[in-house]
């Protein structure tokens, strides 16, 4: 089965860093994907891990161990627009040029609440 | 570049009755997938398309739910009859043919915001 876990609710300052954790278990792996919701509105891509190690893409950076079936989201110089929800996904088939399943599981989202 | 579209965006219905969402990906998008979100929850996904066939529907609650990319460009997505816990936004993604450089990445539609009552 699949079983991806992440905080229900975070709260953090304006101006600050916030590190949003992931952990997971699934019968595959083929990438770990960050996306953002803000209320009422479509996830958008935020980042894409497959190897270990520190994505960086401006004030966003992403963390893949795949030892530990755990990732973060590392968010600096918080704005007020950076309140959403932050999901946390798991491909776990590789689709290929046969056009294989590769369709996302994701967790439950973590809220994250800017205060000024 | 036009993103993903969907329609309608709200949509009341009373249990038992049909309803039908509509897609339209990104142009030259091979793969589109239908995902449901509950409220306070991640997208589930329901159905994978590629191109006009079906990859991947094993969650997809079959005896009520179906989904057709005739032309393998729109799609729909039909819950017939619906019940209360079909409440949900009903989200559309597109991405490029799999294996094709930049793949992994999927677009997401605004979605359908559907009531059961």
């Known amino acids: 089965g699949q079983n991806i876990d992440q905080p229900t609710e975070m709260t953090a300052t304006e101006g600050a860093i916030v590190q949003i954790n992931c952990t997971y278990q699934?019968?595959?792996?083929?990438?770990l994907f960050w996306y953002q919701q803000h209320a009422g509105e479509a996830p958008t891509f935020l980042s894409y891990n497959v190897l270990d190690g520190l994505e960086e893409k401006g004030r966003f950076s992403s963390f893949l161990s795949r030892s530990k079936g755990y990732s973060y989201l590392l968010l600096k110089e918080l704005q007020m627009k950076d309140s959403a929800s932050y999901l946390c996904?798991?491909?776990?088939?590789?689709?290929?040029?046969?056009?294989?399943?590769?369709?996302?599981?994701f967790g439950k989202g973590t809220h994250l609440i800017i205060q000024p | 570049e036009a993103g993903v579209a969907q329609s309608p965006r709200y949509k009341i219905i009373e249990k038992r009755q049909s309803v039908a969402f509509w897609c339209n990906p990104i142009?030259?998008?091979?793969?589109l997938y239908w995902y449901q979100q509950i409220l306070g929850q991640g997208p589930k996904l329901l159905i994978q398309?590629?191109?006009?066939?079906?990859?991947?529907d094993s969650q997809l609650p079959k005896d009520r739910f179906s989904a057709e990319r005739l032309k393998g460009v729109d799609s729909t997505l039909k819950i017939q009859p619906a019940k209360l816990e079909d409440s949900a936004v009903y989200l559309c993604a597109s991405s490029l043919e799999a294996g094709t450089l930049g793949a992994y990445e999927q677009y997401f539609g605004p979605g359908t915001r559907l009531t059961v009552t």
């Open positions: 142009s030259g998008h091979a793969t």
């Open positions: 398309f590629q191109n006009n066939g079906v990859v991947d």
């Open positions: 996904a798991v491909r776990d088939n590789p689709g290929g040029s046969g056009g294989g399943a590769d369709g996302l599981t």
């Open positions: 699934t019968s595959g792996f083929n990438g």
